[in-house]
C-alpha cells in the first residue's frame, strides 16, 4: 500500500518536474531527451555485441547443424519406407457385419444407496 504512494508520488514529481522544463527552458529538455535515448541505444548495441560473442553462440551452431542433418536423415528414411509401406501395406478391413442390438434394461431407475 504505502509502495503505491511512493510510485504516485514520485511519478507526480516526474510529472511536475518536465512540465516545468518544458516552460522555462524547451530546447535543454529536448538536448536531455536525445542525449538519453543515444546513451540507450548505446547501451543496447554494445550488449548485442557482447551477448553475440558469447561461447553459447558456437554452441548454438552446432545443434542447429546437427538439426538439419537429422531432418535430412529423417527425410531420406521416410522416403525409403514410403515404397517399401506401399508394397507391405495390408489390404483395408471391411466393416464387420455383426448385428449388435441393445438389450434395454433398467437405465433410468436409480440404485438406492446408503448417504454415510
Known sequence: MVRNWLI???CLLAIIGLGSSLIQQPGALLKQVL??????CA????YRI???????????REF??????????????????STHSQ????????KSQANLTVIEGKKGK????AIY
Not at 508394397?87 to 471391411?94: E, S, V
Open 8 to 10: 504516485g508520488l514520485v
Open 35 to 40: 542525449i538519453a535515448a543515444i546513451l540507450i
Open 43 to 46: 547501451c543496447y548495441f554494445i
Open 50 to 60: 557482447w551477448s553475440s560473442k558469447r561461447p553459447n553462440a558456437k554452441d548454438k
Open 64 to 81: 542447429l547443424k546437427a538439426a538439419r542433418r537429422s531432418k535430412k536423415r529423417l527425410k531420406n528414411r521416410h522416403a525409403t519406407t
Open 87 to 94: 508394397a507391405l501395406k495390408k489390404p483395408i478391413r471391411k
Open 110 to 113: 436409480k440404485k438406492n444407496r
